[in-house]
């Protein structure tokens, strides 16, 4: 998955290296009901963001993980090999992105744009995510009346020697996915489970479901 990892990877690092709060082999933690206005970029380290923040631009890691308290806004949150961990209530205005590592939002969280995964895991629970969720190779996990409005997108891998595998999405606790449910990797056996109440409203395409 190399290619695809470069995809966000080097956008990443441009992004820090131009950055606003920058630091290296270092964490940078935001005390609780604080506005920070400018990008919170770190390599080697964890943001930590607290309860009731305001961050007006980007959080992004390479080698490190994001912790985002309750009740705090972001604008876009971007890690690479860590992980992301969203706070209940919280409200992110765009995406959330990550290469190797799992991301889990809280009950009550918004994700305002797209949620992208490149190996891992995403694990969402009483979370809304506005547009789609898209992966390479990650496994997915919408619980408690969790709900996608748009679809869930298996990506086509660039590596032409890319192995077989196989991805697997719950959708329980009532649950919902708005939109369409695609496989477009032929490399990838995707498997959906639904059960208490979960569903999709669109189609599937190349994908096997299975109710329990």
């Known amino acids: 998955m190399r290619l695809n990892r470069n995809l966000l990877i080097i956008p990443v690092m441009l992004f820090i290296v131009a950055g606003c709060h920058l630091a290296i082999e270092r964490d940078i933690h935001v005390e609780s009901g604080r506005t920070v206005r400018g990008s919170i970029n770190v390599i080697d380290g964890d943001i930590t963001i607290g309860s009731g923040c305001l961050i007006r631009s980007s959080c992004r890691t390479v080698d490190g993980d994001i912790e985002?308290?309750?009740?705090?806004?972001?604008?876009?949150?971007?890690?690479?090999?860590?992980?992301?961990?969203?706070?209940?209530?919280?409200?992110?205005?765009?995406?959330?992105?990550?290469?190797?590592?799992?991301?889990?939002?809280?009950?009550?969280?918004?994700?305002?744009?797209?949620?992208?995964?490149?190996?891992?895991?995403?694990?969402?629970?009483n979370t809304t995510v506005k547009r789609d969720i898209t992966t390479y190779d990650a496994d997915i996990r919408l619980d408690d009346q969790s709900r996608v409005e748009g679809d869930i997108v298996i990506r086509r891998s660039l590596d032409e020697h890319d192995r077989y595998r196989r991805i697997t999405i719950e959708i329980s606790g009532g649950s919902v996915v708005e939109g369409d449910i695609v496989n477009r990797d032929e490399n990838v056996d995707v498997r959906v489970y639904l059960s208490g109440g979960g569903r999709i409203e669109g189609r599937v395409d190349d994908v096997e479901v299975i109710r329990r």
């Open 68 to 125: 985002v308290g309750r009740e705090s806004r972001v604008d876009n949150l971007q890690s690479v090999d860590g992980n992301i961990y969203v706070g209940r209530d919280v409200v992110v205005r765009r995406n959330v992105e990550l290469v190797d590592g799992d991301i889990v939002c809280r009950s009550g969280v918004v994700v305002g744009g797209n949620i992208n995964a490149i190996d891992g895991s995403i694990e969402i629970e």
